[in-house]
């Protein structure tokens, strides 16, 4: 106060032009907004569907609107207690909105790149997922059928020792049965199986034409897949067979044969030597075109693998 006129003594400030603090407190704004935008705005992610697109939209706009109204708040107070009330003029809040505005503009690139990165990563990762159900889903059958086989012929085998014990010819057969029955339950699970994986893909993919082109890639490679899987079936039907020929002839010849040390076997007969052995070579070319025809598989998957993986990189760059 003016100790004569009773009057506020004027400050620095009514003499000072605005523009300087309205300046320096517009890049206060800015900075702020982007400082936030590059180390506090939280993202989800998207999933490729318009709804999950709309949330990721959502939670990017709420990234910049509430951290430019707390820093335009925050400035605009600054402002005013440095400059605008101790100069005598008004506009405190006017200046406040302009300066909001300022720091969702400085919010905005970065906060707005978040949000289209984070809705192509979950949808990447949606997509990435959804292949590999598919293709976990269109081998599974193939995988439990021989996982199982494994365990049977590991712990429950029909060699030459077994066969001479007491209960070796009944243990030779129910092994042979529970391959009989290993075989026909993977035949029946393997169109099941085809049938989630073409569900998993076309569940994930969002564009129409991105999963018509891997479907049909994947219905194209079935066809013939289904095919050659008829003819490892096949080959195994006749490895069964081959085992209950064997069985049942070193049973019928038990007493011209004995087990070695090294898990074979001593055959007094040639007769029965040669029964054998053509039972060992027709064995050795059902295992020869078992491997020939998983080869085949093989290269048909990769084939297809590659086909939709192109078309998934290219659905997850849009």
Do not use: C
């Not at 990234?63 to 925050?74: M, R, S, T």
């Amino acid at each position: 106060m003016d100790k004569f006129t009773s009057r506020r003594r004027a400050t620095w400030q009514s003499k000072a032009p605005l523009w300087p603090f309205l300046a320096a407190a517009l890049a206060l704004a800015i900075g702020g907004g982007v400082l936030v935008s590059l180390y506090a705005s939280g993202v989800l992610l998207g999933d490729g569907t318009s709804s999950g697109r709309a949330v990721v939209w959502i939670k990017t706009v709420s990234n910049i609107v509430i951290p430019a109204l707390l820093i335009g708040a925050g400035v605009g107070a600054l402002l005013n207690g440095v400059f605008l009330s101790p100069a005598g003029r008004h506009g405190a809040l006017k200046w406040s909105g302009w300066l909001m505005l300022a720091a969702a503009l400085g919010a905005a690139p970065m906060s707005v790149a978040n949000g289209m990165e984070a809705d192509r990563a979950g949808y990447e990762i949606r997509l990435k997922e959804a292949v590999s159900d598919a293709r976990i889903e269109a081998r599974r059958a193939e995988t439990d059928f021989y996982r199982r086989l494994y365990l049977l012929t590991r712990f429950q085998g029909v060699g030459l020792n077994a066969l001479r014990t007491a209960n070796g010819l009944e243990q030779a057969r129910q092994g042979i049965a529970e391959h009989k029955g290993l075989l026909a339950t993977a035949r029946r699970d393997y169109d099941a199986g085809q049938a989630k994986a073409r569900a998993a893909l076309a569940g994930a993919i969002v564009d129409t034409f991105d999963r018509e082109a891997v479907l049909e890639r994947f219905d194209t490679a079935q066809v013939t897949r289904k095919a050659q899987m008829e003819k490892i079936w096949a080959v195994h039907d006749r490895l069964v067979a081959l085992s209950e020929e064997e069985v049942n002839l070193l049973y019928a010849n038990r007493g011209r044969w004995r087990p070695n040390a090294y898990g074979g076997g001593t055959v007094d007969s040639l007769p029965l030597l040669n029964q054998l052995r053509r039972i060992g070579r027709d064995r050795r070319d059902a295992a020869a075109e078992h491997d020939r025809l998983y080869s085949e598989i093989a290269t048909l998957d990769a084939e297809t693998n590659e086909g939709i993986d192109r078309v998934i990189e290219a659905a997850i760059r849009k």
